[in-house]
């Protein structure tokens, strides 16, 4: 079994930053991507950003040059770095780890944005 605990949301103004962290425990093999989703109030849970095992980097358009994706392999943990947030961040923040084929969800964390 495989666990995925999230922290570092929280309440911010248009402008601010956060950082999100993902840490994973349990029965872990090789985790081959590590990604963070989120999910607005009434729309679909929508991909953010992505860090392979061989370390290639991908975001979503919307984020790309404010959020930074990072990991500390040492501790199966993943960090999602928001700079520049915006109102339409707001949402709860999953992050989801694929580790031999199989996905892992984290319970989600809520992220406020205030204008």
């Known amino acids: 079994q495989v666990q995925l605990v999230e922290s570092g949301g929280g309440l911010v103004q248009t402008g601010g930053s956060l950082r999100l962290s993902c840490a994973a425990s349990g029965s872990i093999l090789t985790i081959e991507s590590m990604n963070w989703y989120r999910q607005a109030p009434g729309k679909q849970r929508e991909w953010v950003a992505t860090?392979?095992?061989?370390?290639?980097?991908n975001y979503a358009d919307s984020v790309r040059g404010r959020f930074t994706i990072s990991r500390d392999t040492s501790k199966n943990t993943v960090y999602l770095q928001m700079n520049s947030l915006k109102p339409e961040d707001t949402a709860v923040y999953y992050c989801?780890?694929?580790?031999?084929?199989?996905?892992?969800w984290g319970q989600g964390t809520q992220v406020t944005v205030s204008s």
């Open positions: 860090i392979t095992s061989d370390s290639f980097l």
């Open positions: 989801k780890f694929r580790i031999f084929m199989s996905d892992y």
